[in-house]
């Protein structure tokens, strides 16, 4: 079950450091640049800026590319073998760039749900909170790579990390809320 639990986590990685840096680095211009659609909403709202976009995805591509790098030189953890992304340094960058930016479309996507739904920057939305970003980065890893990613995300890999995925959003936004650089502590 150990091993389980560090490859999923191993593989999700790149998708789980953007939304903590994007939350670090954002603000400035909104992406939706203020604008509303015919409902009278906000088409996504504050909350999601062009600088914490793009830094979520460097930070995002550049974790991957450290575990890539670890990938080619035997790295292990507990002394078990860690998931590759890819037969090569180009294939493995865009499996982590997937990962990296469908974690945000996925955390775009819902927020544009949500004001959809007349729920306000940083209401809760159970669950969808937090696998959104897991079903982005899945979404665009399939599209770039389907055979990577039914290879890697298997079954027994795919239900532990939609079990920790809650786990580790709770507590990473828990933290997030007392270091002030979130509003909500969900």
Same mark, same amino acid.
């Given at each position: ?57 460097? @930070?995002?591509?550049?974790? #991957? *590319?450290?575990?890539?790098? $670890?990938?080619?030189?035997? =790295? /292990? ?19 982590? @760039?997937?990962?990296?930016? #469908? *974690?945000?479309?996925?955390? $775009?996507?819902?927020?544009? =749900? /949500? ?72």
């Amino acid at each position: 079950m150990i091993d389980l639990i560090i490859k999923a986590l191993w593989l999700m990685f790149p998708a789980y450091i953007p939304n903590s840096f994007a939350a670090i680095f954002g603000g400035g211009k909104p992406i939706d640049g203020g604008r509303f659609l015919k409902d009278g909403r906000r088409i996504i709202g504050d909350g999601k800026t062009y600088m914490g976009f793009f830094s979520g995805i460097f @930070f995002g591509v550049l974790t #991957g *590319s450290i575990q890539i790098w $670890l990938n080619s030189n035997g =790295f /292990k953890i507990l002394g078990i073998d860690v998931p590759s992304f890819g037969q090569n340094y180009i294939y493995a960058l865009k499996v982590v @760039f997937a990962l990296s930016c #469908g *974690s945000l479309l996925g955390d $775009l996507f819902k927020s544009f =749900f /949500k004001r959809r739904m007349n729920l306000k920057r940083g209401a809760p939305f159970p669950l969808v909170d937090q696998l959104d970003f897991v079903i982005g980065s899945w979404v665009f890893v399939y599209l770039i790579s389907p055979e990577w990613f039914m290879s890697n995300f298997t079954p027994n890999v795919t239900i532990i990390v939609l079990i920790i995925t809650p786990l580790l959003h709770l507590a990473t936004n828990i933290i997030g809320y007392f270091i002030g650089v979130k509003k909500e502590p969900w």
